[in-house]
């Protein structure tokens, strides 16, 4: 299940849910998205493989992942338990004692980031908890008790809903003149907030609202695709897919329509792609 925070975190999150059962795969990869995660686990440790990593590590208390730059591999357990957090793309920095560059592609665990004594008092009272809806309303308290001031944090915000609400086809520049600081300035404050540059998330935006709006049950002309998403050519497309998903626009059509073929209306279809 999962529902919409209220004031003051709305602006910062766009769900909190509660995730229990059998996962519909014991490996999936994530594609790389403007969409970071804060994760909470109150079961068998996660693994997670993200960046260039070799092998995967293992996660026991949860995890924070900010903005990935390439495809990243999560490995669940089966059971599985957790609540978390999908945030907007400037969302997690208000909960992190760290500048969000330093997790890209890195992604810390919960007693990293708030410390060993609060991660296991956390968890304590989400298990405490008789129902997921009285654990998101305890995570949720958790996160307000821990919101704190980001300089910079409009600029970004503001900057960002503009390049999310045209696909991040909008000229970077010319929202910084907009905005009346440098471009320099931009970068600087995007690395801290959000962890990659304001055209680094561009690409983000342009990647995944072409891919998502993709219908793979029909034949798919990616020429076409590549075109109409503003690629200079359909082998710079095929390359930036790969970095976003670890996969051939072929491969990904085929793993997408494994998905929807085992597991019809699953709640995790759409994005996640079956890495095993």
């Known amino acids: 299940m999962s529902r919409v925070p209220g004031p003051p975190l709305d602006g910062l999150i766009d769900d909190l849910y509660c995730l229990e059962g059998v996962p519909p795969y014991p490996?999936?990869?994530?594609?790389?998205?403007?969409?970071?995660?804060?994760?909470?686990?109150?079961?068998?440790?996660?693994?997670?493989?993200?960046?260039?990593?070799?092998?995967?590590?293992?996660?026991?208390?949860?995890?924070?992942?900010?903005?990935?730059?390439?495809?990243?591999?999560?490995?669940?357990?089966?059971?599985?338990?957790?609540?978390?957090?999908?945030?907007?793309?400037?969302?997690?920095?208000?909960?992190?004692?760290?500048?969000?560059?330093?997790?890209?592609?890195?992604?810390?665990?919960?007693?990293?980031?708030?410390?060993?004594?609060?991660?296991?008092?956390?968890?304590?009272?989400?298990?405490?908890?008789?129902?997921?809806?009285?654990?998101?309303?305890?995570?949720?308290?958790?996160?307000?008790?821990?919101l704190r001031v980001i300089d910079g944090l409009d600029l970004v915000r503001e900057v960002s809903s503009a390049v999310a609400a045209t696909g991040g086809t909008v000229p970077i520049g010319d929202i910084g003149v907009a905005a009346h600081v440098s471009s320099t300035y931009v970068a600087k404050r995007f690395k801290a907030v959000v962890g990659v540059t304001p055209k680094r998330l561009a690409r983000g935006y342009r990647f995944s609202s072409t891919v998502l709006a993709l219908d793979v049950t029909a034949p798919i002309d990616w020429a076409e695709v590549a075109a109409g998403a503003g690629y200079f050519d359909q082998a710079h497309f095929v390359r930036e897919f790969r970095e976003f998903t670890g996969l051939t626009p072929t491969r990904y059509t085929e793993v997408r329509r494994r998905f929807l073929r085992d597991h019809p209306g699953h709640v995790l279809d759409g994005w996640p792609l079956p890495a095993d």
């Open 27 to 146: 490996r999936l990869m994530l594609p790389a998205a403007p969409a970071p995660l804060l994760i909470v686990n109150l079961g068998a440790p996660f693994r997670i493989r993200a960046g260039t990593d070799v092998d995967a590590v293992e996660y026991a208390d949860g995890c924070a992942v900010v903005t990935p730059t390439r495809a990243w591999e999560f490995g669940y357990p089966t059971p599985t338990r957790s609540v978390g957090v999908h945030v907007k793309p400037w969302g997690l920095a208000p909960f992190l004692p760290m500048p969000a560059a330093e997790l890209c592609d890195r992604p810390a665990t919960v007693e990293q980031i708030w410390g060993r004594p609060a991660a296991d008092d956390l968890r304590q009272r989400l298990t405490s908890a008789h129902t997921p809806h009285e654990m998101l309303t305890v995570l949720e308290g958790e996160l307000v008790r821990r």
